[in-house]
């Protein structure tokens, strides 16, 4: 009924950066709060940063200052600017929020399906 798709991903150096993109569709009535979190090889995953339907943010400590979260509530999309990226920075993006769908009438918390980042030194 409603998906996400993140893009964005790729290769990149220590100190550059990357723009990830998140769309919603499908039978949506509303979205409530998108994030993103991501999940590096052998570790567990972590909330990288969310963003409540008025705009409101939180990140984690180690992305205050270089990532930034925003949103477009007219595409249903969320995105990720991610800039002086790091090795540690190196995992799978997956982004998620909370739907309001139209029919029928429910809440759902959907995931997209991820999208890599790698950060080589």
């Known amino acids: 009924q409603v998906q996400l798709v993140e893009s964005g991903g790729g290769l990149v150096q220590a100190g550059g950066s990357l723009r990830l993109s998140c769309a919603a569709s499908?039978?949506?009535?509303?979205?409530?709060?998108m994030g993103w979190h991501r999940q590096a090889p052998g570790k567990q995953r972590e909330s990288v940063a969310t963003?409540?339907?008025?705009?409101?943010?939180n990140y984690a400590d180690s992305v205050k200052g270089r990532f930034t979260i925003s949103r477009d509530n007219a595409k249903n999309t969320v995105y990720l600017q991610m800039n002086s990226l790091k090795p540690e920075d190196t995992a799978v993006y997956l982004c998620?929020?909370?739907?309001?769908?139209?029919?029928?009438?429910?809440?759902?918390?959907?995931w997209g399906q991820g999208t890599l980042v790698t950060v080589s030194s």
């Open positions: 998620n929020s909370g739907v309001w769908t139209i029919t029928p009438y429910r809440y759902l918390e959907v």
């Open positions: 499908g039978s949506i009535r509303s979205i409530s709060a």
């Open positions: 963003i409540t339907s008025g705009g409101s943010t």
